[in-house]
């Protein structure tokens, strides 16, 4: 098997000592480990969560000047360190705001006063703190970066990715394929896990992540965005800084945030304004950009009041070398909103750039937008780490003998030459020849999922089957020798133990037997019948999980479905879900498991943090109708995620697009006979590559 590593992503996504928000905060103090001051840290963390502690002025100093102009810095001080960092950090455009923390108020004041960006000088904790989150609020809507890309009109015609231009349009590509990519649960857990371990040690934002983990959905999202919580502070900074692996894992609430945008939508054009601090070196860039192009890169408020968005600049202090910016939106222009990336275009768009948009679009979108396409841009766009990592990513989608993975390792090693990685390209080179030999070598054939990738072999057309066929399992007599079985209902093969797994029904075991060995294995159930953990009633079917190297049992007669762990000394099961009148499963490559319910009539999915399951197919009450099924047993889910349903009660097989809202008949459908345009109580189901449906 062709076995790839990912590269390293720490510097993708940002580790604990890095900051995931635009805000943070630097203690200077000689006392910054007393407990009076941890106490007032774990009360600021609340609003602020990464918190700088520092004893002396140099290392201090050096940290702040490290930071990029586009992060935002509160300092507290202590009155003697404060007197002599102040000066040098004040104009800093990173810094926004100082408080003196001392005990002789009066002394500090008579200096501090010259520096506007000291907003107090505090001898109480409480009040520090108080004055800090009070200030806070304002500061998150007037105080964060402006972050946004322009198109300059006189530079060509934009289509070079190597200068502003080129980046200006294959960027606003690249988030748009970044949103059309269906996101799963093995992402979203990755953007919580990463979440949780930035924020440990805060109780708040941990409640707050174990809140959206168990409630969120998708008409909460504007409610989450506005809340002062992760969402907001993490997805903000993704967009503002541009971290493409952040706005991946984020890319569904994203897409949530602008379908209920669209759905609240003004029918009418309006005008809105916002207020923003802007340096005058900012500022002067934007007005050298007038009749230029400008693409924002996150989502910010406006008011419909002039006047409201002015009293945010009135109620906190202009500091050296800031000024206030009004921002008018006016409802003549056609404001675009391609999700997270706001354009304006002028009515006769003369420079034609909405046109170069779409054509490039269009170029990425031909076909379904994949990870694959997102590596192909990061790589025009120069992110070469980002494009390995998302190769690798998609690389592992694939079972090891898809013809795909010899094109994707084609492009690894491609991309590690253009890098100067030379040593890593022989060693891709290296990959692509095992991969051209097991081709060459053929793959055994798994109809469930023989590895956590789903192996589909292709049968020919003129294919005939053998009209003797062998006994490979079982003899003719019905009883619980291990070698012998008492109506088998299903069977998946194991390659790596070129072993057959078999749900033995009669005797409410899981059996793994060698081919034509009489040397077979129970390895769940065998107790006889009953409803514990390490028994098993009438199970109809098993598949591998690869991942987890686990079975998964439908224990029928016990309406539910058991995780059982392949490693030795395990003597039972775990429950997954239960109640449910389960027949057939099926699992696909992003690990989601699927249950056909007997009582529902539907095919349901499920993922290990979804107790209630999705509907995929059926679900309308028993039925002939193609919105319906009537008593569906086996299932198969292919690599796009379509569910084949074999309808024992509609004697018919019926295909379910991913998506679809009804199925499609691909066999049978034309009542019980013995016709070849009919199927008589169908099961048993496989699919090849070119969707020919095999079933019993």
């Not at 077979?520 to 009633?537: M, S």
Request: with cysteine.
């Amino acid at each position: 098997m062709v076995n790839s590593v990912p590269p390293n992503s720490s510097s993708i996504v940002p580790a604990n000592n890095q900051n995931f928000e635009i805000f943070s905060l630097i203690w200077l103090d000689q006392d910054v480990e007393s407990q009076y001051i941890q106490n007032a840290e774990n009360k600021l963390r609340s609003n602020i969560n990464l918190i700088k502690k520092f004893l002396y002025v140099k290392k201090c100093q050096q940290y702040v000047e490290d930071l990029s102009p586009a992060d935002r810095v509160v300092m507290i001080v202590s009155g003697g360190l404060g007197q002599q960092i102040v000066p040098s950090i004040h104009k800093l455009r990173q810094v926004i705001s100082i408080y003196v923390y001392c005990m002789n108020k009066e002394r500090n004041k008579r200096w501090s006063k010259y520096f506007t960006k000291v907003k107090g000088v505090i001898n109480e904790v409480d009040e520090l703190v108080s004055q800090i989150n009070t200030d806070r609020q304002i500061q998150r809507n007037l105080d964060e970066p402006f972050s946004h890309n322009l198109f300059n009109v006189n530079c060509g015609n934009g289509t070079s990715t190597s200068d502003i231009n080129g980046k200006f349009i294959f960027s606003q590509v690249l988030i748009d394929c970044i949103l059309r990519i269906k996101s799963n649960e093995e992402d979203k857990n990755e953007l919580i896990t990463c979440c949780k371990q930035y924020y440990a040690g805060s109780c708040m934002t941990m409640n707050h992540l174990d809140e959206f983990e168990k409630t969120y959905s998708p008409d909460k999202v504007l409610w989450w965005y506005s809340r002062e919580s992760f969402f907001y502070n993490v997805l903000n900074r993704a967009l503002r800084n541009e971290n493409i692996h952040i706005i991946f894992l984020f890319r569904e609430f994203i897409s949530d945030i602008y379908h209920q945008l669209k759905e609240y939508q003004v029918k009418t054009p309006i005008t809105t304004y916002r207020c923003q601090l802007m340096s005058s070196d900012e500022l002067k860039t934007m007005k050298a950009s007038v009749g230029h192009f400008i693409s924002v890169n996150s989502f910010f408020s406006t008011s419909a009041s002039a006047k409201e968005a002015r009293s945010f600049i009135h109620t906190f202090f202009i500091r050296d070398n800031l000024e206030p910016v009004l921002f008018e939106f006016n409802g003549e222009f056609e404001v675009v909103l391609c999700l997270v990336l706001y354009f304006v275009w002028t009515a006769e768009d003369a420079h034609g750039l909405k046109e170069v948009f779409l054509h490039i679009k269009k170029q990425y979108s031909e076909e379904d937008v994949n990870l694959g396409t997102c590596a192909k841009l990061l790589w025009k766009l120069g992110k070469f780490n980002l494009a390995e990592l998302y190769y690798m990513r998609f690389l592992k989608m694939f079972p090891p003998n898809d013809p795909l993975v010899g094109k994707i390792y084609e492009n690894l090693c491609e991309l590690a030459s253009q890098t100067g990685d030379y040593d890593k390209s022989i060693d891709l080179h290296k990959k692509c020849i095992e991969h051209e030999k097991l081709n060459r070598l053929g793959c055994s054939i798994d109809g469930h999922n023989a590895s956590h990738h789903i192996v589909f072999p292709t049968i020919p057309v003129n294919a005939r089957w053998a009209q003797h066929g062998v006994t490979v399992a079982g003899e003719l007599q019905n009883d619980d020798m291990t070698y012998q079985l008492c109506l088998p209902y299903s069977f998946c093969i194991d390659d790596d133990s070129q072993t057959m797994i078999i749900a033995d029904y009669g005797n409410d075991r899981i059996v793994q037997l060698k081919m034509n060995s009489r040397n077979g294995e129970i390895l769940a159930g065998g107790g006889g019948v009953g409803t514990q953990l390490d028994q098993l009633n009438q199970p109809t079917d098993v598949i591998i999980d690869k991942k987890t190297n686990s079975l998964i049992i439908c224990d029928r007669q016990n309406r539910r479905y058991l995780r059982w762990s392949l490693s030795k000394g395990t003597v039972q099961g775990e429950i997954l879900f239960d109640n449910i009148r389960c027949w057939g499963l099926a699992i696909d490559d992003q690990n989601n498991v699927y249950i056909s319910d007997t009582e529902k009539h539907a095919v349901i999915r499920y993922t290990m943090n979804d107790k209630n399951g999705t509907i995929v197919a059926g679900g309308q009450g028993r039925g002939a109708a193609l919105n319906q099924l009537n008593n569906p047993t086996y299932i198969f889910v292919d690599q796009q995620q379509n569910v084949y349903v074999s309808e024992r009660g509609n004697h018919r097989v019926t295909k379910w697009k991913k998506g679809a809202s009804q199925g499609i008949v691909v066999a049978g459908g034309h009542g019980q006979g013995k016709l070849l345009t009919q199927v008589s109580q169908p099961e048993g189901l496989f699919v090849d590559t070119s969707g020919t449906c095999n079933d019993k």
